[in-house]
T-cell receptor, first 116, second 114 residues
Framework: GAVVSQHPSRVICKSGTSVKIECRSL??????MFWYRQFPKKSLMLMAT?????????EQGVEKDKFLINHASLTLSTLTVTSAHPEDSSFYIC????????????FGPGTRLTVT | AQSVTQPDIHITVSEGASLELRCNYS??????LFWYVQSPGQGLQLLLK??????LVQGIKGFEAEFKRSQSSFNLRKPSVHWSDAAEYFC????????????FGQGTRLTINP
């Protein structure tokens, strides 16, 4: 149980275009999902907290107009990187919190974004 | 503010040897503490967690960790490592309301010598 998927696993896009990353909880309901960014050989940095049916809460320094988050259902959150630039290239990881086991997060396998 | 420090960026041990990965945290209240493992290009897998109760916590894959409040530490241990344990290990503390935000340490990369 407690499986989180991400799609796509890898994506290459051209500078100036937008790319959408999906995060799904496959076998549980997640009222809260989280989006992290991980730079090479670095730790995970929380970007935003996504709550089902409401606006996401962004961490300080994260541009909400650039990283659009939508959490339209209890099993799906999407992160859209708008007008991507090479500096947005990174490993993006989502996690989902099971509504039943409040203090535990389950992580997706990550999405490698490369902006050329 | 909450913070997590993993003093060792890279550790190399021989297969079959014991392992201890260090983790120190800074948090005002009783912490929720986690250890995650990440294989290259993969997401994170939870090894174990501490919320309350017994300070020695058993996890998956033969790992254990001990919460020591006096030292603000939550070190991860394994008595005998296997080559498949080579990975990146992250310690994290749950912060914010309901401890729902995770603050991660810098990570420790574990290399196993045959």
């Amino acid at each position: 149980g407690a499986v989180v998927s991400q799609h796509p696993s890898r994506v290459i896009c051209k500078s100036g275009t937008s790319v959408k990353i999906e995060c799904r909880s496959l076998d549980f309901q997640a009222t809260t999902m989280f989006w992290y960014r991980q730079f090479p050989k670095k730790s995970l940095m929380l970007m935003a907290t996504s709550n089902e049916g409401s606006k996401a809460t962004y961490e300080q320094g994260v541009e909400k107009d650039k990283f659009l988050i939508n959490h339209a259902s209890l099993t799906l959150s999407t992160l859209t990187v708008t007008s991507a630039h090479p500096e947005d290239s990174s490993f993006y990881i989502c996690s989902a919190r099971d509504s039943q086991t409040v203090h535990e997060q389950y992580f997706g396998p990550g999405t490698r974004l490369t902006v050329t | 503010a909450q913070s997590v420090t993993q003093p060792d960026i890279h550790i190399t041990v021989s297969e079959g040897a014991s392992l201890e990965l260090r983790c120190n945290y800074s948090y005002g209240a009783t912490p929720y503490l986690f250890w995650y493992v990440q294989s290259p290009g993969q997401g994170l897998q939870l090894l174990l967690k501490y919320f309350s109760g017994d300070t020695l916590v058993q996890g998956i894959k033969g790992f254990e960790a001990e919460f020591k409040r006096s030292q603000s530490s939550f070190n991860l241990r394994k008595p005998s490592v296997h080559w498949s344990d080579a990975a990146e290990y992250f310690c994290a503390v749950g912060a914010g309301q309901g401890a729902q935000k995770l603050v991660f340490g810098q990570g420790t990369r574990l290399t196993i010598n045959p």
